[in-house]
């Protein structure tokens, strides 16, 4: 936390950097990734040790990648996102020649989605990529939006939301879809859109989606997915078999939950896909409610750091990107943990910083990064204590 | 500012879902925690996979070829038996499946960990209900249903129908097919094996923590697959099988008569002398299969003489030979011949060979000091040294040699071997028969054959469909090419001068121009009709005959000069010929000759000169027939057989296959014989029936099918197998006319080849049409038999006909004696009903 001495002295306001990292901000993100960490490994070591291969393998790859995404957390937090700004156009544009990519043969199907580049040894999900380039891209263009905003402007901001975002429904995947619809829709409304104006983009995104469903555009199994959850007793054993055995495993944990590699032997085993998208389940039932609540609050002083740094932002471009970025790591942590409990639907979208999956990681760092960058750049509060440059 | 109060706004927001998210788990984790916990104890679900039953299979009439029959199995789900327990439960279900214990522990140690291991199949009901009743004793064991393949009607159409079986690694790669499901291995339960198989369905079983099964939970039903409605007829079926089997009985009842009386005959010089021939041909044969073997191997096709290894034939063992010839070949338990038998001895042990005086065989010991092992044999006194591949003892070959056993094959050369046969419908393509014997019940399948069982099947080929799949010489069936191609290209014979004709002869020929055939009194196999001596004409003299009732000379021999001055002797099959006959007496008596001279006019008149310019003329209307191609049956594993032309026998000798001449040309000598149907000439059963279809029904050439329709299990028709055609042939309808009038000829005509074999036939003889053929070849190739095939072709009724009848006896002897009589009861049938069937009696040798 910033400190907040010698108030009586205003300094200027100058555009200097901060060097001091708002530990409120990583110390969260350092928990929530070790903790992650331990839960994959209890997900995924029992299995591979029966299978006779190294049980760390999986920790071990998760581990590679977070090293890289801590470096690109560092390393972002010190660029100065005006540095950023004049890629923008480019990374926007980047981002929708991998998505267009991934569709075509050059991309690779994974469980029936066609998600994956494979770039000589490495293989990415341009859909992570492409979350942060549109935060990036509506900031740039929201930036310059009057008060109030003009109808052009929104029109605009839907239309740089929506080649991404129908690129991605086309893999299918529905969930990230969604992602960069609950981004804009705030964005647009920090940016300052009018009543009006949200009214509309509301109206037009029901406009849409029931015109998607009469077009036969989705298919059955996505409704299913998403409606199924709401019936308590409808069948359990299709689309609701991963989300009623999570909660199950869930509600097994109790208050201390049963403890570590104990929830692997019994409930979670039926749980698929535990070190990826159901997590969060892994947490429930090992570590109970108190270790559920540990992981809500810190995914909650995070988003608020983030907040804070939106609101002290110096620019509206800045202000406008971290703003994005707590969307982003917001609407994530509620769908996937709504999802282990059964108040969402089963969308596929990762917990951020546990979930295992290596692209996924870095992204969110990155994105964090920006968002600590915006603090460490912010508008000083007053009596602050800056460093110059000069 | 206002953008303070928005974030601050959102941030309320978040924070509410937060909260939100946090009571939902308060809820869950601790107010009803009891609840889960008591939920996750009963509520562990598996899933088993129940197989589809197979689509049935019905005949024309509805009758069922093909079925599935219920049955209960136990299914052991890996995945819910905990280790420590595995070997307790195996010991249980040993106890009450009463099978060994061992067993079952090893096929759970191979098995996954999530596997699901059917372990019996058809329980019954009692067993089934004590398991349910007692499950808490047997966790993780389930029992679901099983289709089983069911074939009601045991051997009937069994190479149509095929067999199914476990999964080839070829198989498996189908994204449909698992490791423990069936697949078609042959017939039509391979070729529609996608549309029989339907999809598999799920039960979902409630399991406690105890791992033993609740309840079911839910069920998706299997579906299965579709049903096929086949051309096939089963009464014609099961008359096609009944004649083939009798006919073959008989024509080996037949082949021991001659032997009998050969014994007689014979003196002991005479018996050395045809043992030294067969002993060279032996060894010829063993040289051209060795090049066949090494050509195979070689990467280009072309085979280096050098590296060929031959044994040169050695001087033969009288002793063991007037030992062996016609007291040594095997024989079933009735005392006759049997084409091959698997005869398998221990070391150290002895069994007895059979045949007409039995041979004890031993074997003493098996070298393994050379290169291969060596059997030591001993044969009532006499010693051989065996290594695998060889022959000895004149009828033996020894198929494997291993350390403690050797097996041998005892063959008959002379045994006939099969009758195959097929009954199509030239108006539409659709097989209504398709038969070989011997056959074999595929429902043995389903239950698993034993390896004696399934080699003994193996080494008499009993699961090949050798309608589609044998490759024969067609002999004088093949004259139909010839006889089309004289009347539609105008080609006919260069005949004697003129004066000749005043040679006076007993029969008249049939006159075409009227309908009725001419009877009298002069019936086939008697002695001949005349006999020629004037001396052979010179070239110059000969007068090429200009239509097909001009007569011609048909002695019994014509001889050929080659380019290089040399010259052969063929002889017809009628050692004295048959006299004058034009085309029609010629096809009907099936005068060799004839079509001889027509094949030396294309032969000879191949360069522009007289307009015929087509050295393939012959071969192109034999192609045009379908020959030389598949006919696109919807039956796997089709051959599509060979007509030979001066390219192909140009790439034989290249690649020095040993089939052919290894020096010289294509020569007119071998059009001749190829238009007779020897020589190098194959043809399939089924494509020869085909294209007696084409010609009689005027010149549609159909392509076969057996299936008709796939049906669902509603009854409604998901796919149809329309009939289709390969092409159509220009032909006269006048040809079409003639062909048909001749064909009733043969069988009824006094000259006819069949016409002993149809005496007696009943009403309706005379809409009764056909034409034999004997194949006389000495070829050895594996897949081309040798000696006297024995063929018929039968129509009817021949004014239109509905039905062909290709019937064709491997070893059988001659046409007219033996594939005649089988080929009529068929048609008896299928013309005067199952009441008008007469018993089989050998026709006159004729053809």
Redesign the interface.
């Known amino acids: 936390m910033a400190a907040t001495r010698e108030r009586t002295q205003m300094s200027l306001l100058r555009r200097d950097r901060q060097l001091r990292p708002d530990l409120a901000l990583v110390i969260p993100y350092i928990l929530l990734t070790a903790l992650g960490l331990v839960m994959i490994y209890t997900a995924s070591a029992p299995r591979l040790e029966?299978l006779g291969v190294n049980p760390s393998r999986e920790v071990e790859q998760q581990a590679a990648f977070v090293l890289i995404g801590f470096a690109a957390f560092a390393i972002v937090s010190v660029v100065d996102l005006r540095v950023i700004r004049a890629w923008v156009p480019a990374i926007y544009l980047g981002s929708v020649v991998t998505l267009i990519l991934v569709l075509s043969p050059f991309g690779e199907a994974v469980k029936g989605a066609q998600r994956w580049i494979q770039v000589g040894p490495i293989r990415f999900q341009p859909s992570e990529i492409a979350k942060l380039a549109v935060i990036l891209g509506l900031a740039m263009l929201l930036s310059g939006a009057a008060?109030p905003m003009k109808w052009d402007r929104v029109a605009r901001a839907v239309a740089l939301v929506a080649v991404p975002a129908v690129l991605i429904f086309l893999q299918p995947d529905l969930g990230t879809m969604l992602t960069f619809g609950f981004i804009a829709a705030?964005m647009v409304?920090?940016a300052?859109a009018t009543w009006r104006q949200m009214a509309a983009l509301f109206v037009g995104g029901l406009i849409a989606t029931v015109g998607v469903f009469q077009a036969g555009v989705i298919k059955t199994y996505q409704i299913t997915r998403l409606t199924a959850f709401l019936d308590e007793t409808s069948?359990?054993?299709n689309t609701q078999?991963n989300q009623y055995q999570s909660?199950?495993?869930?509600?097994?944990?109790?208050?201390f939950g049963k403890g570590l590699f104990n929830g692997t032997q019994?409930?979670l085993r039926?749980v698929p896909e535990q070190s990826s998208d159901f997590i969060f389940t892994a947490v429930?039932e090992q570590l109970?409610?108190l270790g559920?609540?540990f992981v809500?609050v810190m995914?909650?002083i995070i988003?608020?750091r983030v907040?804070v740094a939106?609101?002290n932002g110096r620019d509206r471009f800045s202000?406008l990107t971290a703003?994005g970025v707590?969307?982003l790591i917001?609407f994530h942590?509620?769908v996937n943990?709504?999802m282990t409990?059964r108040?969402m639907p089963v969308t596929g979208l990762p917990l951020p910083f546990m979930s295992s999956g290596g692209t996924v990681f870095v992204a969110m760092s990155v994105a964090l990064g920006m968002a600590h960058s915006v603090w460490m750049r912010r508008s000083p509060l007053v009596g602050e204590r800056t460093i110059s440059d000069e | 500012m206002?953008?303070?109060w928005?974030?601050a706004g959102?941030?309320l927001v978040?924070?509410v879902?937060?909260a939100?998210?946090?009571l939902?788990?308060?809820s869950?984790?601790?107010t009803?925690?009891n609840?889960?916990?008591t939920?996750?104890e009963r509520?562990?679900?598996r899933?088993v996979q129940t197989p589809a039953p197979r689509g049935d299979i019905y005949d024309r009439h509805g009758e069922l070829l093909a079925g599935t029959k219920p049955s209960l199995a136990v299914v052991v789900d890996m995945g819910l038996v905990e280790e420590t327990f595995s070997e307790e439960l195996a010991q249980r279900l040993a106890a009450f499946l009463d099978e060994p214990a061992s067993a079952i522990i090893e096929r759970f140690e191979n098995a996954n960990?999530g596997a699901q291991l059917i372990l019996a199949q058809d329980l019954t009901e009692q067993q089934a209900l004590t398991l349910v009743e007692h499950r808490e004793d047997f966790p993780g064991v389930a029992v679901i249903p099983q289709p089983v393949r069911d074939y009601p009607n045991a051997e009937l159409a069994a190479q149509v129908l095929g067999y199914i079986g476990k999964p080839s690694a070829a198989d498996i790669e189908r994204p449909e097919v698992k490791g423990t499901d069936v697949v078609g291995k042959a017939g039509i339960e391979r070729y529609y094996d996608d549309q029989l198989r339907g999809t598999e369905g799920d039960i979902?079983y409630q399991v406690d923590a105890g791992r033993s099964v609740l309840q079911r939970?839910?069920e998706k039903e299997s579906a299965p697959g579709d049903n096929l409605i086949l051309t096939i007829d089963s009464g014609v079926q099961a008359q096609l099988q009944e004649s083939l089997q009798g006919g073959l009985e008989m024509a080996r009842n037949l082949e021991m008569e001659e032997r009998a009386e050969a014994l007689e005959e014979q003196d002991v010089r005479t018996r050395l002398f045809f043992a030294n021939e067969e002993a060279q041909l032996q060894a010829q044969r063993d040289a051209i299969a060795a090049r066949a073997a090494a050509a195979e191997a070689s990467e280009d096709g072309t085979v280096d003489e050098d590296s060929v290894e031959v044994e040169a034939p050695e001087g033969i063992d009288e002793g063991a030979v007037l030992g062996s010839l016609y007291w040594g070949l095997p024989v079933d338990a009735n005392g006759v011949c049997t084409p091959v038998q698997r005869v398998e001895v221990a070391v150290g042990g002895r069994t007895i060979l059979s045949g007409s005086r039995e041979r004890t065989m031993r074997l003493d010991a098996v070298l393994e000091n050379r290169s291969q092992p060596v059997a030591i044999v001993d044969i009532d006194g006499e010693r051989y040294e065996v290594e695998e591949g060889d022959t000895f003892a004149t009828t033996l070959r020894a198929i494997a040699v291993d350390q403690d056993a050797l097996v041998v094959s005892h063959s008959d050369k002379w045994c006939p071997v099969r009758a195959v046969g097929v009954v199509e419908d030239p108006n539409d393509g659709s097989i209504i028969a398709m038969a070989s014997y011997p056959s074999f019940d595929p429902g043995a399948f389903v239950d698993g054959l034993t390896q004696a069982q399934w080699e003994s099947l193996g080494t008499i080929n009993a699961f090949t469909n050798f309608a589609i799949q044998g490759q024969y010489a067609p002999a004088s069936t093949f004259k139909v090419v010839s006889y089309v191609l004289a009347l539609e290209e105008g080609i006919y014979p260069l005949d004697r001068p003129i004066n000749d004709r005043t040679l006076g002869d007993e029969s008249p020929a049939p006159d075409p121009a009227t309908d009725e055939a001419v009877t009298d009194d002069v019936a086939v196999g008697e002695e001949e009709t005349t006999t020629t001596t004037t001396p052979p004409p010179s070239d110059d003299e000969l007068v090429p005959l200009t239509s097909d009732t001009d007569l011609y000379n048909c002695t019994g021999s014509l001889r050929f000069r080659f380019n290089d001055g040399s010259s052969q002797v063929y002889r017809d099959w009628k050692r004295n010929g048959h006299g004058p006959l034009n085309l029609h007496g010629a096809l009907q008596a099936s005068c060799d000759l004839y079509f001889w001279e027509i094949a030396l006019r294309v032969w000879n008149e191949r360069s522009d000169e007289s307009g015929i310019n087509n050295e393939d003329l012959w071969q192109e209307w034999a192609r045009s027939f379908g020959f030389g191609s598949e006919t696109g049956v919807d039956l796997p594993f089709e051959k599509p057989g060979l007509i030979p032309d001066r390219q192909w026998f140009r790439e034989e000798q290249r690649k020095n296959t040993g089939r052919v001449r290894s020096t010289g040309p294509w020569v007119g000598g071998d059009l001749m014989n190829a238009v007779v149907g020897q020589g190098a000439v194959l043809v399939t059963p089924l494509q020869l029936g085909n294209a007696f279809s084409a010609m009689l029904n005027g010149g549609t050439l159909w392509e076969p099918r057996v299936v008709s329709e796939l049906v669902n299990q509603d009854g409604d028709i998901t796919d149809e197998n329309e009939k289709a055609t390969l092409g159509t042939i220009d032909i006269d309808p006048e040809t079409t006319r003639l062909l048909r009038l001749d064909m009733q000829q043969v069988v009824n005509g006094s000259i006819g080849t069949a016409r002993s074999a149809f005496v007696g036939f009943g009403p309706n003889v005379s809409r009764v049409g056909g034409k034999t053929g004997t194949a006389e070849i000495i070829k050895s190739t594996e897949d081309v038999q040798e000696v006297d095939t024995a063929w018929f072709v039968g129509a009817a009724p021949i004014a239109s006909p509905g039905y062909v009848v290709t019937v064709v006896v491997e070893r059988g002897g001659s046409g007219g004696r033996v594939a005649a009589p089988v080929a009529r009861q068929v048609l008896q049938y299928l013309m005067n009903g199952e009441v008008g069937v007469t018993p089989l009696e050998a026709g006159a040798e004729a053809d």
């Open positions: 029966a008060r705030v409304f920090i300052g069948d359990v054993l078999y909660q199950i495993a869930i509600g097994t944990g109790g208050l019994t409930n039926f429930g109970g409610f559920s609540l809500l995914f909650g988003i608020w907040l939106a609101a202000q703003t707590a969307a917001a942590v509620f943990v709504g409990v108040v | 206002n953008g303070t928005r974030l959102v941030g978040m924070a879902m937060m939100a998210l946090g939902r788990l308060w869950i984790q601790v009803e925690t609840r889960y916990t939920e996750a509520n562990l679900i899933v960990s979902v939970l839910g």
